[in-house]
Nanobody, 125 residues
Framework: QVQLVESGGGLVQAGGSLRLSCAASGRTFSSYAMGWFRQAPGKEREFVASISRSGGRAYYVDPKKGRFTISRDNAKNTVYLQMNSLKPEDTAVYYC??????????????????WGQGTQVTVSS
C-alpha cells in the first residue's frame, strides 16, 4: 500500500499562492489515482480535487473558481496542488489521498482509502 507525505503548507497572506506537494512511496504510483481534501477547524473534511493515474484528467469540486490546480509527476511519485489567490476561508489542514484505481479517470471522493498526515495552510487577511 502506498504511503503519503505532504509538504508545502504554511502561513500566507490573502491573495498569495502556495504549492502543496505529496510524495508517495512505492513503485506503482502510476496505478493510483490521487486527490486532495481539506478540513477547516470545526468542519468536516471536504473534497478539493482528484487526478487520474496518468495525470491526463482532473476533477475539481468547484471548477468555476479556478484557483486550484492539481497535477502529478509519476516519475517523481509526487502529486501537487497549486493554490492561487488564497482566501482566509481556504485555511485548513490539507490532506493528500490515494486509491488504487482501475481506470484512467479521476475518482469520486468516496473512492479514496489512503491518506497522508496533512499539512496546515493558514491564510491571513
Amino acid at each position: 500500500q502506498v504511503q503519503l507525505v505532504e509538504s508545502g503548507g504554511g502561513l500566507v497572506q490573502a491573495g498569495g499562492s502556495l504549492r502543496l506537494s505529496c510524495a508517495a512511496s512505492g513503485r506503482t504510483f502510476s496505478s493510483y489515482a490521487m486527490g486532495w481534501f481539506r478540513q477547516a477547524p470545526g468542519k468536516e473534511r471536504e473534497f478539493v480535487a482528484s487526478i487520474s493515474r496518468s495525470g491526463g484528467r482532473a476533477y475539481y469540486v468547484d471548477p468555476k473558481k479556478g484557483r486550484f490546480t492539481i497535477s502529478r509527476d509519476n516519475a517523481k511519485n509526487t502529486v501537487y496542488l497549486q493554490m492561487n489567490s488564497l482566501k482566509p476561508e481556504d485555511t485548513a489542514v490539507y490532506y493528500c489521498a490515494a486509491t488504487f484505481y482501475y481506470s484512467d479517470y479521476p475518482p469520486a471522493a468516496a473512492q479514496f482509502d489512503t491518506w497522508g498526515q496533512g499539512t496546515q495552510v493558514t491564510v491571513s487577511s
